[in-house]
């Protein structure tokens, strides 16, 4: 009794805050990951503002006042990341091309009227804590402006400059970027262009990035401190990933693992569905290539290569497709705008699910212990395929390239041999196996961080560090110059003494040379 009112007590004290949360990317995989927590926190009584671009609309939740940026989506599209996608690209060029989509948005998000009031009548709002998506350092100035701290949520993986700014380690040999195409165990090759990647990525992000997010943060928050300084003031980044997907890595304690916090309960199929799958008894494909490809974006050439192989399939095919029709369709392809991904993976019937391979989907097959196709396409898709492959649990087409035969010959595998169905089922329980629930863990630690005040103590030494004190730069030059300096003094006392001995010798040699025989004639 008394230990539950301590534990009502400890809890209590951080209810109540005032929380501003900060998820700009205007993608719903992204968002997905954001809404239960920002509902969650609403509902244990904090006051919760949120900044997103998919607001939840729920009137029942009047803790919770919703910025709507979902206008945002058009600067997004401006910048066809999507059509970005359908095309054989680099990732340079990937990059380069995100990294404008997002200076747009960060623009249009901050000069809306309602985030502009927050920003220049910020002395009538008072915040506890700063939730931010950990991604895009321009939002991380909300920090600064209202003065408390900050956690960040990540829907991806960290990238190479969120690692640093929590003192993660940022190994290219063991790190990829995640943009590139592999993610374990690196041949030489892929270390280099690793490497070479990281190096360039960090130069270019100096040069050209950062000054353009520099002026867009001076413009809107005013004079703060520079954001890579304020990125290293982050409390805690909770990150949405798990071992069945992600790389082992050490994690300082700051770098919190939330494992699939948008999985669902499954819920019943809608009833034409439901009829689909029980029906379905040789099996059903799930084709779905995520909220951002588009179909009608892909080339009638790749679309008929699809339909070709369904067509000579004994299974069912269900494809996500945004168009009403779809002409020369094969008789066993089913094509809907919207299905319910989550509780059709779940179906018996369900042997195979081709995907582009976002993360949320690989995470949500795997749990419903489905063998998985992957045809990336770009962002972290194909170090997620990789990954995923690499690990046994499924098999990946490259979109530009693939052959009838060879799609056709990796479906069936995929449902034939068991193996790939045995690897799925073991990473599903490795996803799985978690100590408390995603969202219970998310709202502790970010109550943690309220009960206390930041949490500073989390923090890693090594972020603050000069990089020639964290590389012991310093040291080493030190124990190199006196190493330098001991051999320099040793050949100079050796020359001494060489000096010294051939004066000696000069001066004594006669006499040592009329010694030597004498000494040859004893032998
Ligand atoms: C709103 O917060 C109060 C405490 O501040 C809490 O008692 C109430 O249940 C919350 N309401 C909802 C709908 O979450
Ligand atoms: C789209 O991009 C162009 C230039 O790239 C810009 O002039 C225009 O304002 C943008 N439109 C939106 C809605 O952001
Ligand atoms: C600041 O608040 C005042 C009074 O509420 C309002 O008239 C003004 O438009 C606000 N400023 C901004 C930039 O929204
Ligand atoms: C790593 O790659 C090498 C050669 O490419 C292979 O022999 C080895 O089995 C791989 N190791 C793991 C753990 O996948």
Redesign the pocket.
């Known amino acids: 009794m008394f230990a539950l009112l301590l534990l009502c007590a400890f809890v209590s004290a951080s209810h109540g805050a005032r929380i501003l949360g900060v998820f700009m990317t205007p993608s719903y995989s992204h968002q997905v990951v954001f809404q239960p927590i920002w509902k969650e926190l609403s509902l244990r009584g904090h006051q919760v503002t949120v900044l997103t671009p998919n607001p939840l609309n729920d009137p029942t939740l009047t803790n919770l006042t919703e910025i709507d940026l979902s206008f945002c989506y058009k600067a997004w599209d401006n910048y066809s990341i999507a059509t970005l996608g359908a095309k054989e690209h680099s990732s340079s060029e990937e990059i380069k091309k995100l990294s404008e989509a997002y200076l747009a948005v960060s623009e249009v998000q901050l000069s809306h ?1 309602e985030v ?2 927050l ?3 910020n002395s ?1 709002y008072e915040f506890d804590l700063i939730l931010v998506e950990f991604l895009w350092p321009v939002m991380y100035g909300f920090k600064d402006i209202f003065k408390c701290p900050m956690v960040g949520i990540a829907s991806l993986p960290l990238t190479g400059t969120a690692n640093e700014a929590i003192g993660n380690p940022n190994n290219p040999a063991l790190e990829p970027e995640f943009t590139l195409p592999f993610s374990t165990n690196l041949s030489f090759k892929e270390r280099v262009i690793s490497t070479i990647f990281k190096v360039l990525f960090k130069v270019g992000a100096k040069v050209s990035l950062r000054p353009k997010m520099e002026k867009i943060s001076q413009k809107h928050f005013g004079n703060i401190r520079r954001l890579e300084v304020i990125a290293q003031d982050v409390s805690l980044v909770l990150v949405n990933s798990n071992l069945a997907l992600q790389n082992v890595k050490p994690l300082v304690p700051a770098h919190v693992e939330l494992s699939g916090i948008h999985i669902k309960e499954p819920k019943p199929l809608p009833k034409d569905l439901k009829t689909f799958m029980d029906d379905a008894k040789e099996g059903v494909i799930f084709f779905s290539l995520g909220s951002n490809i588009k179909s009608e974006l892909l080339p009638e050439e790749q679309v008929n290569k699809f339909m070709n192989v369904f067509s000579q399939l004994p299974y069912k095919v269900l494809w996500k497709f945004e168009n009403e029709n779809l002409p020369n369709k094969p008789n066993n392809v089913e094509i809907k705008k919207w299905l319910p991904q989550q509780d059709l993976l779940h179906h018996p019937n369900m042997k195979l699910f081709i995907t582009q391979g976002g993360l949320q989907s690989l995470d949500e097959a795997i749990r419903s212990e489905v063998p998985i196709l992957t045809i990336p396409f770009f962002a972290d898709q194909r170090y997620n395929s990789h990954h995923l492959a690499q690990s046994g649990g499924s098999l990946s087409i490259d979109f530009h390239s693939f052959t009838e035969e060879e799609f056709k010959e990796k479906i069936v595998e995929l449902i034939s041999n068991p193996t790939y169905k045995k690897q799925i089922t073991k990473l599903s329980k490795i996803a799985s196996d978690q100590p408390m629930p995603a969202l219970e863990k998310a709202v502790w630690w970010i109550e943690y961080v309220i009960r206390h005040d930041g949490a500073e103590h989390l923090k890693y030494p090594g972020v603050d560090m000069p990089f020639y004190q964290y590389f012991l730069l310093d040291v080493i030059a030190f124990m190199a110059g006196t190493v330098g300096l001991m051999f320099y003094i040793l050949r100079r006392i050796f020359k001494h003494v060489v000096v010294t001995y051939k004066v000696f010798s000069k001066l004594v040699g006669p006499l040592s040379n009329s010694i030597r025989p004498e000494k040859s004639h004893a032998e």
């Open positions: 009227p502009q009031d920003l220049k009548n009538k």
